[in-house]
């Protein structure tokens, strides 16, 4: 039951009288004021409706919302381009001078600024680039970069040609890569010799090298050069983005693409080891993500810097750096690197050089801030703040606090946002200026969101207790499908309840009827914000050599959210390897680094002679959890042997005593 699944520690917070409740200064200056939650909720259709019409459209839509469920057609009769709503408008309403990225490269002076006119003559001959090579609308293109502007010119290019893009996170192996590019089908991968990251450089082509040996319906991979470094060379696949997009003309003329047109794939972990690839169309996707940026934000396009910390590779950079700022017409900085490149100040150094006003960033970065001191932030001067943002997972109230006191001078408001992949854009949040904020809580639904805690029946809990969060309504921005597997997307989101999406996490609401997000409820786990399957983790792990089985589950960590564990049986053969436990160790989770990605490997692996099981041989993960989290373990009688989960639990113990 998902409402057992919270701890007493939420439970006191959820009764604790600490809120703030709106400055003076954001209810006189806000965008919108507290008539915009009433105006929604009367006719959501219309109200979404209004805001599509600030973009701009070729022909303008006369239908708003087609529902079958669970499928969804938002603005279908209407027409526009993502590319031109994010840069042309801007340009051809005199703000080509304006600019649209301050470009912070991970080495020292490394950087750029890049003007709306600029982004816009680089998007142009992007996208006759790939007109040249031959990519038509409706081809994908696989995007793995680092986090460089060519990232977003890619992006940008792609959805001026109407060709869907897939950005794979630069952090992903060559399998793992593959199978996203092959899921896909894309024939074109754009990608960079490599990026830096923590002071080297990182290679990003060799890997894009290895995929493409399993992929070969590939026919280009473009190249940016970024870190100058050798790499291989296949005559008549790879060529250098200096060569081929440099050459071409700075200008093209966009074409408009049906609001359903397909915008992107993103993947991101399934209940199975395959990724499910997430698609999100045009028309609804740009209004969700440009109304939640411009009201959540409090955004002022004249004045305001923005930080979104994310890496493009995740959904937080499509929705929150390319598409729904950009289509607003803000200034945003773009930083390649980690928090502590260059020195632990680095962020406060770049908040106080370009005068940043907003900033949004994950709960695990200001952990890891919180850890390595307040005297970093104070010895900077962040007054150009006015509100602060978290994303990626539930904020821990302690953490919230720090970020409210240290990073925002006890003067910023804090916007706790919720929301997912497959919502497209940010769905549970306060607004600044209109609702109160209480810390670790993301609030109340958005203007024209309609959420809902039920329990395991499907019926609405009363406020003060919890359950499963539900979405009882379709909204623009949500996922159009799996791609190509509908089957799959119906199963995935929709079975659990009649007529209800169901997000997979749980909740709670307190006195007031807020609503604090409690974590996954499935096999889905957030480490720093990355959701990973246990299956995923698990293949990987069983990949190794040595290892016969493998059971992964999320465990809470101080500074990641949710860290994974590993409980591994290892083969007979592989005690003649020679090895100690640590060696082992060691090499299972460098293998899962290379089978995924490092955010993939385990924290800790509890080599273990079996795994409890039931009479019908489905490992126990419940169990496994209690034990990574030392709880009680309750009723074990359903196992073939009660004995191993005990046995499973001295081992985890001594191992936290070994750390």
Do not use: H, N, W
């Given at each position: 039951m998902a409402e057992e699944r919270h701890d007493e520690a939420v439970e006191a917070l959820l009764h604790e009288d600490r809120s703030f409740a709106p400055s003076d200064t954001f209810v006189a200056q806000a965008n919108v004021g507290p008539d915009v939650y009433a105006a929604a909720a009367a006719d959501p259709e219309a109200w979404w409706a209004e805001?599509?019409?600030?973009?701009?459209w070729d022909t303008p839509f006369t239908s708003v919302l087609e529902w079958e469920a669970p499928f969804a057609r938002w603005f279908a009769d209407g027409t526009l381009n993502a590319s031109v709503n994010c840069l042309d408008r801007h340009v051809a309403a005199g703000r080509g001078d304006k600019v649209a990225l301050h470009w912070v490269g991970e080495p020292e002076g490394d950087r750029l600024d890049i003007t709306y006119a600029e982004l816009l003559e680089r998007t142009c001959r992007a996208a006759n680039a790939l007109e040249a090579l031959g990519v038509e609308a409706g081809?994908?293109?696989?995007?793995?970069?680092p986090m460089i502007p060519e990232a977003v010119v890619a992006m940008l290019a792609c959805a001026r040609i109407g060709a869907p893009h897939s950005v794979i996170f630069g952090g992903f192996?060559?399998?793992?890569?593959?199978?996203?590019?092959?899921d896909a089908d894309a024939r074109v991968v754009i990608t960079a010799d490599g990026g830096f990251r923590r002071g080297a450089a990182s290679?990003?082509?060799?890997e894009v090298d290895a995929a493409l040996e399993l992929c070969p319906a590939v026919t280009t991979s473009l190249v940016v050069r970024r870190t100058g470094q050798e790499v291989e060379w296949v005559e008549g696949r790879d060529v250098w983005w200096h060569d081929v997009v440099d050459a071409q003309a700075p200008i093209h003329e966009?074409?408009?693409?049906?609001?359903?047109h397909p915008l992107y794939i993103m993947y991101t972990s399934g209940t199975t080891a395959k990724p499910k690839g997430i698609f999100h169309t045009t028309g609804g996707y740009l209004t969700h993500t440009s109304t939640t940026h411009r009201m959540v934000f409090d955004i002022k396009p004249e004045s305001d810097v923005c930080w979104t910390s994310a890496d493009i590779g995740w959904v937080t950079g499509h929705s929150y750096i390319v598409y729904g700022p950009l289509a607003n017409g803000v200034t945003q900085v773009m930083y390649e690197g980690t928090p502590?490149?260059?020195?632990?100040d680095r962020w406060w150094r770049i908040i106080d050089e370009y005068k940043v006003t907003i900033l949004y960033t994950a709960p695990t970065a200001i952990r890891t801030f919180m850890k390595w001191g307040a005297e970093l932030p104070a010895g900077h001067d962040l007054s150009s703040l006015r509100l602060l943002g978290s994303v990626g997972e539930p904020i821990n109230p302690e953490a919230w606090m720090w970020y409210r006191k240290h990073i925002g001078g006890d003067r910023c408001p804090i916007v706790d946002t919720w929301w997912q992949t497959e919502t497209g854009g940010i769905m549970i949040t306060p607004l600044p200026g209109v609702t109160a904020t209480k810390p670790g809580a993301a609030m109340v639904p958005f203007p024209g969101i309609s959420a809902e805690v039920v329990d395991n029946d499907g019926a609405p809990v009363p406020d003060g207790h919890?359950?499963?969060?539900?979405?009882?309504?379709p909204w623009p921005g949500m996922l159009r499908g799996i791609w190509g597997d509908p089957e799959r997307y119906a199963e995935t989101y929709w079975s659990k309840f009649d007529g209800l999406y169901f997000a997979g996490d749980g909740a709670k609401k307190d006195d007031d009827g807020d609503l604090w997000l409690l974590g996954r409820v499935d096999d889905v786990m957030n480490v720093s914000g990355h959701r990973l399957s246990t299956a995923e983790v698990e293949h990987a792990i069983v990949g190794h050599p040595a290892v016969a089985e493998a059971a992964v589950v999320g465990a809470s960590d101080d500074t990641t959210g949710q860290a994974i564990v590993a409980f591994v049986t290892l083969t007979s053969s592989s005690e003649l390897h020679g090895e100690d436990d640590t060696e082992i160790i060691a090499s299972i989770r460098a293998h899962v680094a290379d089978a995924i990605s490092p955010i993939a490997k385990p924290r800790q692996v509890i080599l273990t002679p079996d795994l409890p099981k039931t009479r019908s041989g489905k490992i126990m993960r419940r169990l496994l959890r209690d034990v990574a989290e030392n709880r009680d373990l309750g009723d074990v009688t359903t196992l073939t042997d009660p004995t191993v989960v005990k046995m499973i639990d001295g081992l985890m113990a001594a191992h936290a005593e070994d750390d």
């Open positions: 805001q599509a019409r600030a973009l701009e081809d994908r293109v696989a995007i793995y970069m192996s060559a399998e793992a890569l593959a199978d996203r590019i092959t290679g990003l082509k060799v966009a074409k408009a693409f049906p609001a359903e502590d490149a260059g020195g632990k919890g359950g499963l969060l539900v979405i009882t309504r």
